[in-house]
């Protein structure tokens, strides 16, 4: 088979981009090793930036975003039973559109099955060859026979742990990492959501977080050791715990019920440098990780894929390699401020060992974002998304 772009992984990176390239007449093919089934299983994001709307819609599958998704115009802060509002409305003239990672995966998946551009699920034992010249190849199995594609570039979009990163001899690049000692563990409810915006909870006992995914789904978090066992937090005693992060309204408003999901995540923060090697681009979580506590992961994929199809179409269509060679100067940019936001939301929020000072840091900084605009301002400012 012969391609230009051999897309690796259909998350929403390798989807996104399929679809921007589609509409410019690029061909593509995305080679995904999980089932689609899978692939829309996977529970995560759940919070888009404006710019990354926009990506969508000009990809051509928001109308359902639009439809469905709840846009918010602000997020709430609960200090040890203390709740404050954050106005980004107000504070940045910008919102945010809470639609599930998983909704917007589904949208993409059949706006590619009515564009008509291949895409090989279970596609197994993919390997790169050849990107550090103009002829790269990718090989696979599928249906038991082993196939190749020829093509002209090859976008990694396959996740943290996927294969095109792993392809780089290890000389070509430079991982930076935080690893966080605790992780999240998060509940999916058919339940009405608590409020009507998220609500970040800072707590001795640790954080939590009251989110959703649409006026009828729920998703809350709570902080917790790495070493805790899923089996071991039966729903009642998820509910209990939450109860006692939360203030007295949200705890008074809490409507609990089966649990359809419940996982724990570690969290990271890690980068990848640079994101181009050859013929090989990297992007979304295939680059770089970050704690979900900003919100940030699913953006910075669209914003990844933003600059790549960008580039992409100047170089297939005006025969510029100029967008190419900046992209991965210009993503990286953007990706380590979100990198800085989401450690430092993180680091603002939760609870750490041994922290008497960290403690206090964190209530310091807290009231001088609740008392002074120009501090809720900068959260504001980045949680809805920096400006490409
Ligand atoms: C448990 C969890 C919870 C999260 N919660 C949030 C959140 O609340 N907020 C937020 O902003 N972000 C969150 N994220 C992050 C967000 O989901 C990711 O940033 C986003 O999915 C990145 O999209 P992607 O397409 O780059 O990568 P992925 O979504 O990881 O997609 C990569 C795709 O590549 C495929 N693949 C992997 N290896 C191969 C291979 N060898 N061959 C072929 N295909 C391959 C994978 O199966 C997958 O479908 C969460 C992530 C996780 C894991």
Redesign the pocket.
């Known amino acids: 088979m012969r391609t230009q772009v051999a897309i ?7 989807l996104l981009l399929g679809q921007l390239l589609h509409k410019h007449g690029i061909d593509n093919v995305v ?4 089932t689609g089934e899978h ?1 829309l299983s996977r529970i ?4 888009i930036e404006q710019v990354a709307v926009d990506l969508i819609d000009e990809a051509g599958v928001g109308a359902r975003m639009h439809r469905e998704g709840l846009v918010h115009d602000g997020t709430q802060i609960c200090v040890n039973g203390v709740r404050h509002r954050i106005d980004f409305k107000e504070l940045t003239g910008k919102t945010v559109m809470v639609y599930g ?1 998983t909704e917007v995966t589904k949208d993409l998946m059949d706006g590619r099955a009515a564009s008509g551009q291949p895409t090989v699920y279970a ?1 197994y034992d ?1 390997a790169l060859h050849d990107f550090a010249t103009d002829h790269p190849r990718v090989t696979y199995r599928a249906d038991g026979k082993d196939h190749e594609i020829q093509c002209d570039v090859i976008a990694g ?7 095109s990163r792993k392809s780089v001899p290890p000389g070509a690049v430079t991982n930076f990492e935080r690893v966080y000692p605790f992780g999240w563990l998060g509940l999916l409810s058919d339940t009405r959501p608590v409020s009507e915006e998220l609500i970040y909870v800072r707590h001795e006992l640790g954080f939590a977080l009251c989110s959703m995914r649409s006026p009828t789904r729920s998703r809350y978090y709570l902080q917790c050791s790495l070493a805790e066992d899923i089996d071991a937090w039966p729903d009642d005693r998820f509910w209990e715990e939450l109860k006692l992060r939360l203030d007295d309204e949200a705890r008074d408003a809490l409507v609990t019920g089966p649990s359809i999901e419940k ?1 724990i ?1 570690p969290l990271r923060s890690f980068v990848a440098e640079p994101m181009r090697f050859g013929r090989l681009f990297l ?4 680059a770089h990780i970050v704690p ?1 506590t900003g ?7 669209a914003s990844d894929v933003r600059y790549l199809s960008q580039a992409l179409i100047e170089f297939f269509k005006e025969g510029s390699p100029k967008g190419l060679d900046h992209y991965s100067a210009r993503a990286l940019a953007r990706v380590w401020k979100a990198e800085r936001f989401s450690w430092w939301m993180t680091m603002l929020l939760h609870t750490f060992p041994d922290s008497g000072f960290e403690q206090k840091m964190q209530l310091a900084e807290l009231d001088y974002i609740f008392r002074s605009k120009a501090a809720a301002t900068a959260l504001a400012e980045n949680y809805v998304g920096l400006p490409f």
């Open positions: 690796i992984g259909a998350g929403p990176s390798g080679l995904e090793r999980h692939v995560r994001a759940g919070v990672q596609a993919v979009c396959d996740g943290f742990h996927g294969v996982s995540a992007a979304g979580d295939a979900p919100a940030k992961g699913l953006n910075l994929a």
